[in-house]
DNA sequence: GCGTTGACCCAAA
DNA sequence: ATTTGGGCCAACG
């Protein structure tokens, strides 16, 4: 159908947004993680939509594979993360500790393929 | 259409 | 633990 032409990525894009507003405070989660939740198709456009419009977005709770912020951003980020009660060694967050819970329940690829 | 860049991820050395 | 290389996807010149 001609619905599916247009406006494709602009859903993924809010979809993004929305999972990450989602965040509880206290938790985080990684881009690889929103990508699965989200079935965008690569990690990297989280990335890009939160620097496009993560503005208004807890983008401090989204963290990389091995729980280190990027780079830029990680003295911001690990202060903001610290005020919600989650410590960090060094750049690295406890993931294990930390983790969205939801994530460790990502949904199965192929289930609606 | 190609090359570069980017808030990524993984495996191997 | 760090570096290197490959894969990934979309936007931009």
Do not use: C
């Not at 990508?35 to 990389?64: F, K, M, Q």
């Not at 003295?75 to 993931?95: F, N, P, Y």
């Amino acid at each position: 159908m001609d619905s599916w032409g247009e406006g494709v990525d602009e859903e993924l894009h809010e979809r993004v947004r929305e999972t990450i507003r989602s965040i509880p405070e206290g938790t985080v989660a990684t881009y690889g993680d929103i990508a699965g939740l989200t079935r965008a198709p690569s990690p990297r456009l989280i990335g890009r939509i939160l620097s496009e419009d993560g503005h208004d977005l807890p983008w401090h709770r989204v963290l990389r594979a091995n729980g280190t912020p990027a780079p830029h951003l990680a003295e911001e980020q690990l202060a903001r993360l610290r005020a919600e009660g989650v410590l960090a060694d060094g750049d690295k967050v406890d993931l294990r500790r930390h983790r969205w819970p939801e994530v460790a329940a990502e949904p199965e690829p192929g289930l609606f393929d």
